[in-house]
């Protein structure tokens, strides 16, 4: 298995889309020009300056499927024609009210809808913090007590998790559950637990929760979580990521004088991802495969798992998945040799989604490889199609 193949890595897009991509990753390999653009990005947001066709036309549009559902499923449709499915997220984020949290929740039994009437949607998924005040999250995993008026608020919390997964059940699409900062993460692993044991004792599981392998104490919960599927005869779902808050993790570990909860280098954050990735390959037969990574490394590890069990390639049990608008060279050479991928697209009105874009310009600016890689690649996709029309 060879990603190489930039004729169907790029097939969705036109030669003006190509290059729109190749300037924005050349913009993205200088760190200097994301901190400036990043920073100029939520001036131009806060005081109102007419620069959305700008940001439309380059960021929105490589990362985001568009402003509402309608427009992002026509971008499910062309996935699905490559047999690439989808996951569908509203990506706006910072809405801390009760009202925003309420909005949060109609907003996943929207896509949840949407989903049930699209057979290239079989997952939703949601961010627990879009549901309850992060305070709440972080006092609960400190092990705090919450007084009278903190309690009230945190039951709302659980009711709107519990609405989410009900309608999802009801519905028969399965859910993603993001991870998130350490100190937010014991809170959600309590009540992903507690949602797991009540809705994943059928055959599949429905719930799918988030396992960050840069964390050096996620093997051994990886391990207890799987053991206490075994005795209580429940399924796991689980989607095997890194890890994104790195800087922010080291940076509060140093402020506050603990020691880091993340691995001390990338060797051993592979290590990690390894381990965790065997033992559920190893347990199959209680643990479903949701891989989040657009390292080819880590990739061909799975498939060549895959070929030495001689599983096949849409083995139902495990799925690859990378975010819109990166990884396509994964992404489309994985789907057309018959394994299920999935890309996660997100969509949202264009001022709403900007802390996401930046994040993702910041993610291609920090990780070490990627953007050369997409870079490389896109610029042998554009010569292929040249030397095509000198040859025509
Ligand atoms: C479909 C999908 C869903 C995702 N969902 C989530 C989510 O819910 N929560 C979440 O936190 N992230 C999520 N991510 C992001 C993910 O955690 C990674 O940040 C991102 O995918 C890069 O890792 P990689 O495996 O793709 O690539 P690689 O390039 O192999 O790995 C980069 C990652 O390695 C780790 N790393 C880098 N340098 C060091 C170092 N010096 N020391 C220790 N570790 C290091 C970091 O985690 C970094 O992000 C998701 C990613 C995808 C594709």
Same mark, same amino acid.
């Given at each position: 298995?060879?990603?190489?193949?930039?004729?169907?890595?790029?097939?969705?897009?036109?030669?003006?889309?190509?290059?729109?991509?190749?300037?924005?990753? !050349? #913009?993205?390999?200088? &760190?200097?020009?994301?901190? /400036?653009?990043?920073?100029? $990005?939520?001036?131009?947001?806060? *005081? %109102? =300056?007419?620069?959305?066709?700008l940001f439309r036309h380059t960021v929105?549009?490589?990362?985001?499927?568009?402003?509402?559902?309608?427009?992002?499923?026509?971008?499910?449709?062309?996935?699905?024609?490559?047999?690439?499915?989808?996951?569908?997220?509203?990506?706006?984020?910072?809405?801390?009210?009760?009202?925003?949290?309420?909005?949060?929740?109609?907003?996943?039994?929207?896509?949840? !809808? #949407?989903?049930?009437? &699209?057979?290239?949607?079989? /997952?939703?998924?949601?961010? $627990?913090?879009?549901?309850?005040? *992060? %305070? =709440?999250?972080?006092?609960?995993?400190?092990?705090?007590?919450?007084?009278?008026?903190?309690?009230?608020?945190?039951?709302?919390?659980?009711?709107?998790?519990?609405?989410?997964?009900?309608?999802?059940?009801?519905?028969?699409?399965?859910?993603?559950?993001?991870?998130?900062?350490?100190?937010?993460?014991?809170?959600?692993?309590?009540?992903?637990?507690?949602?797991?044991?009540k809705y994943n004792n059928g055959k599949?599981?429905?719930?799918f929760n988030t396992v960050q392998m840069?964390?050096?104490?996620?093997?051994?919960?990886?391990?207890?979580?799987?053991?206490?599927?075994?005795?209580?005869?429940?399924?796991?779902?689980?989607?095997?990521?890194?890890?994104?808050?790195?800087?922010?993790?080291?940076?509060?570990?140093?402020?506050?004088?603990?020691?880091?909860?993340?691995?001390?280098?990338?060797?051993?954050?592979?290590?990690?991802?390894?381990?965790?990735?065997?033992?559920?390959?190893?347990?199959?037969?209680?643990?479903?495969?949701?891989?989040?990574?657009?390292?080819?490394?880590?990739?061909?590890?799975?498939?060549?798992?895959?070929?030495?069990?001689?599983?096949?390639?849409?083995?139902?049990?495990?799925?690859?998945?990378?975010?819109?608008?990166?990884?396509?060279?994964?992404?489309?050479?994985?789907?057309?040799?018959?394994?299920?991928?999935?890309?996660?697209?997100?969509?949202?009105?264009?001022?709403?989604?900007?802390?996401?874009?930046?994040?993702?310009?910041?993610?291609?600016?920090?990780?070490?490889?990627?953007?050369?890689?997409?870079?490389?690649?896109?610029?042998?996709?554009?010569?292929?199609?040249?030397?095509?029309?000198?040859?025509?």
């Amino acid at each position: 298995m060879k990603f190489e193949n930039t004729k169907i890595a790029y097939s969705l897009k036109t030669d003006r889309e190509l290059y729109k991509s190749y300037i924005l990753f !050349k #913009i993205f390999s200088k &760190n200097f020009l994301v901190y /400036f653009g990043s920073k100029l $990005a939520l001036f131009i947001i806060k *005081v %109102g =300056l007419p620069f959305n066709f700008l940001f439309r036309h380059t960021v929105f549009f490589q990362f985001c499927a568009g402003d509402n559902e309608k427009d992002s499923l026509k971008r499910v449709d062309s996935l699905s024609k490559l047999n690439v499915s989808s996951y569908m997220h509203f990506a706006a984020e910072g809405q801390k009210n009760e009202d925003g949290m309420d909005r949060s929740l109609e907003r996943v039994l929207e896509t949840l !809808k #949407i989903s049930k009437l &699209n057979e290239s949607l079989p /997952f939703a998924v949601f961010k $627990a913090s879009a549901f309850g005040p *992060v %305070g =709440l999250f972080e006092k609960k995993t400190k092990g705090n007590k919450l007084n009278k008026g903190e309690l009230a608020v945190w039951n709302r919390v659980i009711r709107r998790i519990n609405t989410c997964c009900e309608f999802a059940k009801n519905e028969n699409i399965r859910l993603l559950i993001d991870a998130e900062e350490s100190w937010l993460q014991d809170a959600i692993d309590e009540i992903v637990l507690e949602l797991i044991r009540k809705y994943n004792n059928g055959k599949e599981p429905l719930i799918f929760n988030t396992v960050q392998m840069y964390r050096k104490d996620r093997f051994s919960y990886l391990k207890n979580l799987i053991n206490t599927a075994k005795r209580e005869n429940f399924q796991v779902g689980i989607k095997l990521v890194r890890g994104a808050y790195i800087e922010k993790e080291n940076a509060k570990a140093l402020k506050t004088g603990y020691p880091s909860p993340i691995c001390d280098s990338k060797g051993e954050t592979d290590q990690n991802f390894n381990s965790g990735l065997y033992l559920i390959l190893s347990n199959l037969n209680c643990c479903e495969l949701f891989l989040g990574s657009h390292s080819e490394e880590s990739t061909l590890r799975v498939i060549d798992w895959m070929k030495e069990k001689k599983l096949s390639a849409n083995h139902s049990r495990i799925w690859f998945s990378q975010l819109y608008g990166m990884a396509d060279h994964i992404s489309f050479n994985l789907a057309s040799a018959g394994y299920q991928v999935i890309k996660y697209v997100p969509y949202g009105p264009i001022k709403e989604v900007i802390p996401y874009l930046i994040r993702r310009a910041e993610e291609n600016a920090s990780i070490k490889g990627q953007t050369p890689r997409e870079l490389s690649l896109i610029r042998k996709e554009l010569k292929r199609r040249k030397n095509l029309r000198f040859t025509e």
